[in-house]
């Protein structure tokens, strides 16, 4: 005989139908079992069937909630080598919710409670049990189809009950996962209608033989064992098979993209709140972080004293260049004039850009270009940035040195003054259709196409965008490259109008792979992190000037900087700077507002 699948079970909800053709089906395998049910003469009796050495009982009624907890001591006092639990209790009423007056609401709480709200009781109560184990222990839920696609109108509570349950258990897996050295497995049973008393005359009486109903009891219970074995997370049984493995795997594969999403953006709200309550609840007037705390930001155009002071406040300005400095090829009037007066009060600037087209040296040439002052030193752009990254901190293997870009030539300088190889980026064989050939060569790794020597996947901006580029750059993350990204600006400031930015070129990726890369621009701090190591500057003593709040701003106010100043001649507009969300400590009108300074 092979190895028992556990090695002792409880079995919760074990006196009839599948619990209890479970209990024999381990039993028939090696495992023990402990029983537990409502009903102690069918406990004895089933124990009596099944060998006292093989199996015991404890008769319990799972809608005592408030016994849990002491129940659950007991039995993990008494049987301390317990390594999985099984969660088979349910109920299932008929209630047409269209006739209230036939409605008992009593029926209603109590399927809702057996169902769901006992179970997680369970679960918590057993849980620290499981954990403080060394080997891996199980969770096994018998969930239901009906919780997916509630096709039986009938049954309208018992559908709503399982659904919540599925979508539990769905968060409760993703929340185990993040504990450290986690070894407790939850397995979500899908089962079919099977033929047991569910819905038989007892529970159901208007269904005369309601108990033949469905996939007989013994076939659904030998292929679920089989499906254990195999140790899948979720899995459907007979008809439930294609709707599990079909449109559900999908939703959860969403799921698991859209979490980390929705987790990181979260993040972002709540220490941008507790970065503004916090700091706002200890701070006084005369603090360098106070005006970050104020409701509406303060408006300086016109203010030849108020820009002044603040002005005074900072040794550092960091600056956003498109949008901000210009549009396009457009310098916005006053912009060198700006710089100057800021540099003959002995202010540091430093050009802080997202844009990843073009390099330092590129970006000096631009400035000279626009008429505005400046050196390669003042400038970190997106790409410099993604180059120290990888030359810097990323330690890749010694077989995976290549970087496979997507964007332009700006890349690939930066790239190659920090001696990173990389394929892909202006390469003009690239520039073309995708054909069918391509994609048994790409499924292949055949290495005329797929070059073995990628460890990385870096995507900026890229005006030669195509289906090739993308599919070569999924297939590399799929094989286990690092995803990076430039930047994550969704759109592009240009002639006063916004275009595909940079985190367009990433966003098709991000939802092939479900995956999120590394950001290295604004907003993000490793990029914050970079500059001060660069400039050696005092953050308090600091201000970032930016047309985006969601980036620009957002860069500032994460990087707790002392000050953040928004302008009005790019993205983000009046509206977004004085309601949203993200709020700067000041804004302008435009840069060259500052020059009132001077009157």
């Known amino acids: 005989m092979s190895s028992p699948l556990y090695k002792k079970a409880l079995i919760i909800g074990a006196t009839s139908g599948i619990g209890e053709a479970l209990a024999i089906k381990l039993i028939s395998h090696g495992s ?3 029983l537990v049910g409502r009903r102690q003469e069918r406990l004895d009796n089933l124990v009596k069937r099944l060998g006292s050495d093989k199996s015991s009982a404890m008769q319990f009624d799972i809608l005592k909630l408030q016994d849990i907890s002491t129940f659950a001591s007991k039995v993990t006092t008494e ?14 009423r008929s209630i047409n919710f269209a006739k209230p007056e036939t409605v008992d609401m009593s029926v209603v709480q109590e399927e809702l409670t057996t169902n769901y709200t006992s179970i997680i009781h369970l679960t918590m109560a057993f849980l620290p049990f499981l954990q403080a184990k060394k080997t891996t222990t199980h969770l096994v839920y018998i969930s239901a189809t009906l919780g997916i696609i509630p096709t039986v109108l009938r049954t309208g509570g018992y559908n709503a009950s399982k659904a919540a349950l599925h979508h539990w258990i769905l968060v409760f897996r993703e929340q185990l996962r993040q504990q450290p050295d986690n070894r407790v497995k939850v397995v979500e049973v899908f089962p079919p209608a099977v033929q047991t008393e569910l819905h038989d005359e007892r529970h159901q009486p208007d269904l005369k033989d309601g108990g033949k109903i469905g996939m ?3 076939e659904f219970i030998d292929q679920t064992y089989e499906e254990l074995l195999k140790g899948d997370e979720q899995f459907g049984i007979g008809m439930a098979k294609a709707t599990i493995d079909g449109w559900e795997k999908e939703r959860v594969k969403l799921f698991h993209h859209q979490v980390p999403v929705v987790t990181n953006a979260l993040k972002q709200f709540l220490n941008y709140i507790s970065y503004h309550v916090g700091v706002g609840s200890k701070s006084a007037p005369g603090d360098p972080h106070y005006t970050m705390t104020t409701t509406s930001p303060q408006y300086l155009t016109g203010n030849p004293a108020a820009l002044n002071e603040f002005i005074d406040r900072f040794d550092t300005f960091l600056f956003d260049c498109d949008g901000v400095l210009w549009s396009g090829d457009h310098t916005f009037p006053g912009t060198a004039e700006t710089l100057e007066l800021l540099r003959s009060r002995g202010k540091q600037v430093v050009f802080v850009t997202n844009n990843s087209t073009k390099s330092r040296a590129d970006y000096k040439k631009k400035l000279d270009g626009l008429g505005i002052p400046s050196n390669v030193e003042e400038i970190f752009s997106s790409s410099y940035s993604a180059s120290i990254y990888i030359s810097r901190i990323l330690k890749l293997p010694a077989d995976k040195p290549k970087v496979f870009v997507i964007g332009e030539t700006g890349i690939e300088q930066e790239l190659r003054n920090e001696n990173v190889p990389f394929i892909g980026g202006t390469d003009p064989t690239l520039r073309r259709d995708l054909v069918p050939e391509d994609y048994k060569l790409m499924a292949n790794g055949d290495p005329s196409l797929l070059d073995p020597e990628v460890g990385v996947v870096l995507v900026g ?10 599919a070569l750059a999924f297939q590399y993350i799929r094989r286990g490259a690092v995803f990076l990204a430039t930047n994550i600006d969704s759109t592009l400031p240009n002639q ?4 595909p930015g940079a985190g367009s070129m990433s966003a098709p990726l991000i939802m ?6 590394t950001a290295l621009g604004k907003p993000s701090q490793a990029m914050m992190d970079a500059i001060e190591g660069k400039f050696q500057f005092d953050r308090n003593r600091t201000c970032m000037v930016g047309d985006r709040t969601n980036t620009d701003i957002r860069f500032g106010i994460e990087g707790k900087l002392g000050g953040t100043l928004a302008v009005l001649t790019g993205v983000s507009t009046k509206d977004d700077v004085l309601n949203g969300l993200l709020r700067p400590a000041a804004y302008v009108d435009k840069l060259s507002d500052l020059l009132g300074a001077k009157e």
């Open 461 to 470: 901006l890229d005006f030669h965008i195509n289906y090739l580029k993308l």
């Open 512 to 517: 092939m792979s479900g995956k999120e890369p």
């Open 79 to 92: 049987h301390p080598d317990i390594d999985a639990i099984i969660l088979n209790s349910g109920i299932q």
């Open 32 to 34: 023990q079992v402990v």
């Open 496 to 499: 006063g109008s916004l275009f």
């Open 216 to 218: 007989p009891l013994q």
